[in-house]
């Protein structure tokens, strides 16, 4: 079976937005600028790729609690395909990266990092045990927004 996986390296283009469902989960969504240099005929060319990306549950509140405009991310996610209606009645499709992990960049710079305690399904706090691997897929239908 194909895996759906990418990694991107880029710098944040706004700050994380903090929401939440109507059940009460928490969603960060935030974009980053991936750079790409390259050369023709000798000649250096720029191109900058931007990526809408989502993080779910505690990784998207720590996302908001950690990182800010400017920061250089590495980010570890899936891409979800997503279709929508313009005000216009125009239909498009958007694919978003919905992040597994997020991590600062050290290439060119340092971080310190803060364990937070870990939380139930019901948002309670939990002592000792190992971090999760990942939070899980929203529930079907449910919308941040």
Do not use: C, H
Request: aromatic share 8%; charged share 25%.
């Amino acid at each position: 079976m194909p895996d759906n996986t990418i990694t991107l390296v880029g710098n944040l283009t706004r700050d994380p937005e903090l929401r939440f469902t109507a059940n009460g989960r928490a969603v960060a969504s935030f974009g980053i600028a991936v750079g790409r240099r390259y050369q023709v005929n000798g000649e250096w060319q720029e191109q900058t790729s931007y990526f809408n990306i989502t993080a779910w549950g505690q990784l998207g509140e720590n996302a908001a609690a950690s990182l800010s405009k400017g920061a250089r991310i590495v980010v570890t996610g899936r891409l979800e395909q997503r279709e929508y209606t313009t005000r216009e009645g125009d239909k498009r499709t958007a694919i978003d990266v919905i992040a597994d992990e997020l991590g600062p960049s050290l290439r060119w710079a340092t971080a310190q990092v803060e364990r937070t305690p870990r939380q139930d399904g019901a948002g309670k706090k939990s002592g000792g045990g190992t971090s999760p691997s990942g939070e899980a897929s929203p529930f079907e239908g449910e919308e941040p927004f």
